[in-house]
């Protein structure tokens, strides 16, 4: 019975005692997965305020990190709006006043259409492997999946945040939460993500909730209800001329 026991206990330390995972490569597959060279999405928007909620349904095309269209379908007040990103410039198009605008500097950190995202949440879509630099600090279960907590701090200095804490899951390498935080170390904004599929041959949420925790209320709910990656995309969507299409 003791040799028994002792073979038990060297098998539970050969099991469980593995080595820590590259953070770099777990990094690399969670983009492998989120980014990709062109998209296509149907979304809502459900925006939580004090008293009721409201939907706001949207069109977005994006190329890379450096270009994206959206238009905004639902509702009649929001209709026909449109947002244009060129490289680090944005503008917004409003039908009601026939105007297009462009936002810079701190006007970037405003709210789009009162929801927990910010402008510069809306443009961001590099690559985290380009942006920060990972370390596994340890691991958790999350909604009954295994997870990896990564640190990730900002190796560039055009990021929204400078430091992001990341619960990746250990099977399907998607990130299920996040914490964003100043460079003061201050917790601004959490991510939940979470109904996740597989879609063309990679794992993707198709809900994410953001949370500015500066804030009261449930937060946002961006809900992905169709999406089709690296599709072709014709080149006047990404063009001034198409705002007021």
């Not at 008293?51 to 994006?62: E, F, I």
């Not at 619960?167 to 991510?191: C, H, N």
Request: hydrophobic share 35%.
């Amino acid at each position: 019975m003791k040799y028994l026991i002792s073979a038990i206990f060297c098998f539970g330390l050969i099991s469980f005692n593995f080595p820590a995972p590259d953070a770099a490569e777990i990094l690399q597959k969670v983009d492998a997965n989120m980014v990709s060279k062109t998209s296509i999405t149907e979304s809502e928007m459900v925006i939580y305020g004090r008293r009721n909620s409201r939907t706001v349904v949207s069109r977005g095309y994006a190329e890379g990190h450096k270009k994206s269209f959206t238009e905004y379908l639902a509702p009649d007040r929001e209709k026909g709006t449109k947002m244009l990103k060129l490289e680090d410039k944005l503008w917004i198009y409003s039908p009601s006043s026939d105007r297009t605008i462009q936002l810079s500097g701190h006007m970037l950190r405003q709210s789009v259409m009162g929801s927990d995202l910010s402008y510069e949440d809306a443009m961001e879509d590099r690559k985290l492997s380009e942006m920060y630099t990972p370390k596994v600090i340890g691991d958790e279960v999350v909604d009954g999946r295994k997870t990896w907590i990564l640190e990730l701090k900002a190796k560039v200095e055009d990021v929204n945040y400078q430091k992001l804490k990341m619960w990746v899951d250990q099977e399907r390498f998607i990130p299920l939460k996040e914490e964003m935080y100043a460079k003061s170390g201050q917790l601004l904004k959490r991510t939940t993500m979470s109904d996740v599929v597989k879609m063309g041959g990679r794992w993707y949420p198709q809900k994410t909730n953001f949370k500015d925790v500066l804030k009261s209320g449930k937060g946002t709910d961006f809900i992905v209800k169709s999406i089709e990656f690296d599709v072709d995309i014709p080149e006047y969507i990404f063009s001034k001329a198409a705002l007021k299409k």
